[in-house]
Structures are given as C-alpha cells and as structure tokens.
C-alpha cells in the first residue's frame, strides 16, 4: 500500500475529513491532502510526513514499511544504480579506488582491525522504530565514550568504526552506504558540497545506514522517496549528532525566551557546540518543539549572510589516499605486510 492510500485509512479511521486534518497541519482547505492521498502530491519529505503523523498520533514507520526487495550489492563488481546520477568519470574514479580498500580491508583483518557493526554496540538489539533508532544512537555515544555534546564524526566512522569513507565529487547525490564483494562496509561523501557542514549529518545518516540495515545498497539525494530506512537513519543521525536532552539545555542557555527574538546568531552558537550545519540546528530545534514553523522558516536565509557563519571549521576529512597509506604503513611496521606488497596494493611508495 503506498503512502496516500495509508493515509486515508488512518484518517478516515480517526473520523477525520481531509480538511479537518488539513486544520490541525495549519493549512486551509482540504488540498494538501486529497493530492497526497490521489498520489498526485509525488514530492511529500520527510519533514512533512512526520507532521502529518504527529497530527495523526501515528508513528511514520506505518507509513513507510516496504515489502522485503533483494538488492544487489552496490559496489560489487562496481555495478552502479542508474538512478545515482554519478557521471562516467566519477563511477571511473571509484571504481579503481575500489580494489585498494578492499586489499587494505583484507590487511587490517589480519591486524583484528574489523569494522564495528550494531552487534559489537549491543548483541541483538535491532533498531527498527522510531524510539530504538535513538536509543541506538545514545549507545554508540556511550559505547565509544562521546560525551553530550559535539563530535568529529569523520573520525567516529574512520576511527571507532573502522570504515573507510571516501570523499568525491557525487554531483547530485549526498551520500552513498554499501559493502563491497567482501562485505567491506564503504562510505562515500561528496565533497563538493557548496556547504561542507551539510557532510557532518551526512556521514552520521549513512553511519546510520551502516547500523541499522548493513550490507543494504543506500543512495541518498535530495528529494528521495520517503523509506524506512531513510527515516530511520534520520532519527539516528539527529540524535548521534544533537542529543535531545543535551539541545533542551544548550537552546536555554544561547537562545532568547521570546521566540520572535531568537536570532541566527544564537542559532550559529549552538552549530558550534555542536558541530553541525546551521541547517540542521534549525531543523532539529523545529522537530523537537523549542520553535515553531514560523520561526524555522524565519531563520533559514539570514545565515547566509552573517560572517560569523563559518561552517567548513567543523568538518576536517582525510583523504581516502592519506587513510589507505596510514593503514598499509602500520601493517608493515607490525610484521603483517611486506612493504612491496603494500606499495603494490597503494600504487605508490610508502613514506620513509
């Protein structure tokens, strides 16, 4: 059953007409709603679907349950979806880049260096709502001693999850989530995002990908199809960055009472608390209740032209290159790896 035909059921089983539900999302008439509901509305986030289901009491995983569909792994014999709109040169570019961190995974393997999955956070536990995507996310922080507030996300999936994430220019695509032939988890990130901040909740989002439905091919750009796993990976990504409870403090201290009063400039001092783009402050301030539509919709622009805005301090990768040579220089100084094998597998020199 697809979105719209979900959703008449649930409202008409709350006795609710389409303009009485259009009323309680403040919007007038029955519009909005007869077009999601005919399918005609194609475009619907995942911003508005959870407004629809607050106003409905439901959890949006009802919404998004999808039948079980086999998917081909994504990076396996570099076989791309068609609808990644990667060009040619940039599928050429991660194909040969492909076969060094496969070899490099096989050499950290024999160093015990295995990427962490959601069973090495907690045995069994499986994040499959709303709530254990949270809960998932406040394991991760605990697990791996993270603390309250802002984190070096590069450095949590490089690091404590042993991932090798790989920066390119994806063109129209956020993020990319897949293992490859070997189940080598692998996250891609485009580096050509005019705002570099917006990497930090991608990589937490795919990071998300990784722990809740590993192994699974996940491409993410704008204006994808609503799914459970994207929603889900939300909630975990918005949580693992900005802990609800830590945002209720840090929002009472930095931003004023007054809701009209609440400036960019306050908004720009929780981003750098913690470590997040502007966009997703604001956003997370509105999904929690701390402003409304109003204000949220108030705030977006006037960042773009306040100088103390400087995003690209929060994000610091390294490049695949520098993270394979890192990895192959340690396994040859431990014994595991010769040093012409490692150059072989590099495709140059190691340093002295």
């Not at 995942?46 to 009802?62: D, F, H, Q, R, T």
């Not at 918005?238 to 009472?252: A, Q, T």
Request: charged share 30%; glycine share 6%.
């Amino acid at each position: 059953m697809d979105i719209g035909a979900k959703l008449k059921e649930i409202r008409e089983s709350r006795g609710l007409t389409g303009e009485a539900l259009c009323t309680l999302l403040g919007k007038s008439g029955n519009s909005y709603i007869s077009k999601i509901e005919s399918g005609f509305k194609k475009d619907l986030n995942l911003g508005e679907l959870k407004e629809i289901c607050n106003a409905l009491e439901v959890s949006p995983s009802v919404f998004l349950q999808q039948p079980e569909i086999k998917r081909k792994t994504f990076f396996d014999n570099a076989v791309f979806r068609d609808e990644a709109q990667i060009s040619s040169k940039v599928k050429d570019k991660i194909k040969v880049m492909l076969p060094k961190i496969s070899k490099t995974y096989a050499v950290k393997r024999s160093l015990g260096e295995l990427p962490c999955t959601v069973d090495q956070i907690k045995l069994g536990f499986r994040a499959n709502n709303e709530n254990s995507a949270k809960e998932l996310a406040q394991l991760v922080r605990g697990k791996f001693d993270l603390g309250r507030w802002g984190l070096d996300i590069f450095s949590v999936v490089r690091n404590n999850f042993n991932i090798y994430v790989m920066g390119e220019d994806l063109e129209s695509i956020w993020g990319i989530y897949s293992c490859d032939s070997k189940g080598n988890p692998v996250i891609l990130y485009n580096h050509n995002q005019p705002n570099q901040q917006r990497n930090v909740f991608t990589l937490a989002h795919e990071l998300g990908h990784h722990l809740i439905s590993e192994g699974e091919t996940e491409v993410d750009f704008e204006n994808k199809t609503p799914s459970s796993s994207e929603f889900l990976a939300d909630v975990f990504a918005s949580e693992l960055l900005m802990p609800e409870v830590s945002v209720g403090e840090v929002f009472k201290k930095h931003c004023a009472t007054d809701e009209d009063k609440i400036t960019s400039s306050q908004l720009i001092e929780l981003t750098e608390v913690f470590k997040v783009s502007y966009g997703a402050i604001n956003r997370r301030l509105k999904d929690l209740g701390f402003i409304t539509e109003k204000t949220w919709n108030r705030l977006k622009e006037p960042v773009l032209r306040n100088p103390k805005y400087t995003p690209e301090a929060f994000f610091s990768a390294i490049p695949i290159m520098e993270q394979l040579r890192r990895d192959l220089e340690s396994a040859v100084q431990k014994g595991k790896i010769g040093t012409v094998r490692a150059e072989s597998i590099l495709g140059e020199e190691l340093r002295a």
